[in-house]
Structure formats: structure tokens, C-alpha cells
């Protein structure tokens, strides 16, 4: 079946950088978007960042535009988000999620537009 797994979550000081995974299996990778979503504690789930697999073409949500890129391998199945700047509010468990899409993303991904979703890794920045 289609399964989502991050990793790469952990502990970072303000100003630092962390590099999240999402390794992908279960399907082909095609006509799709994978997106990254965090949520931290007492919030709702935010869409962050998603980037269509055939094309490349990405989105940003405001609060992370230009400190995080997402990227993707599609030899080895993976989407990346590479963090940079990060702040004491970036404090999360971080998801990615995966829909089957025929065009680019062209807003914030929205957590109902997502089909399959992995079970999260922690981000922690504290000083």
C-alpha cells in the first residue's frame, strides 16, 4: 500500500538548519503532489510547502518563504525540506502527505486535499 515515512526531525538552536525526509513507497511516483504540513501543540495543521512531482513546480505558505526549499529525488522516491533560519515558533511535528494530481499546486496545500499522510517526525528549536 501506499506509505509515507519522514525522518530527520531533532533538536536545533535558533538560526540552525535541519533537512526532513520523506521517503515514499507503494507507488510510482508520477502525477502527484507531496506536501509538507506541521502542527504544533494547541494548533491547527499547516500547509507549508508541496511540490508537483511532474514538473517540479512548488508552493510556499508565507511563514516559511524563503528559509525552507522543498525538493525531491525521484530516483529514490524522496521528498526533501531543507530549513534554514529556523525559529523557537517552527517548534512542530512535521508531516508530509501525498494527493495524485495532474496539474502544479497553485495554493498552500490544505490538509483535506491530502490522501495519504505519514506519521510525523519532531522539530524542536530551543536554545
Known amino acids: 500500500q501506499v506509505q509515507l515515512v519522514e525522518s530527520g526531525g531533532g533538536l536545533v538552536q535558533p538560526g540552525g538548519s535541519l533537512r526532513l525526509s520523506c521517503a515514499a513507497s507503494?507507488?510510482?511516483?508520477?502525477?502527484?503532489?507531496i506536501a509538507w504540513f506541521r502542527q504544533a501543540p494547541r494548533k491547527e495543521r499547516e500547509g507549508l510547502s508541496c511540490?508537483?512531482?511532474?514538473?517540479?513546480?512548488?508552493y510556499y505558505a508565507d511563514s516559511v518563504k524563503g528559509r525552507f526549499t522543498i525538493s525531491r529525488d525521484s530516483a529514490k522516491n524522496t521528498v526533501y525540506l531543507q530549513m534554514n533560519s529556523l525559529k523557537v515558533e517552527d517548534t512542530a511535528v512535521y508531516y508530509c502527505?501525498?494527493?495524485?494530481?495532474?496539474?502544479?499546486?497553485?495554493?498552500?496545500?490544505?490538509?483535506?486535499?491530502?490522501?495519504?499522510w505519514g506519521q510525523g517526525t519532531q522539530v524542536t528549536v530551543s536554545s
Open positions: 502527505a501525498m494527493r495524485f494530481s495532474t496539474a502544479p499546486p497553485l495554493a498552500v496545500p490544505r490538509r483535506n486535499e491530502y490522501q495519504v
Open positions: 507503494g507507488f510510482t511516483f508520477g502525477w502527484h503532489q
Open positions: 511540490i508537483f512531482n511532474r514538473d517540479g513546480s512548488t
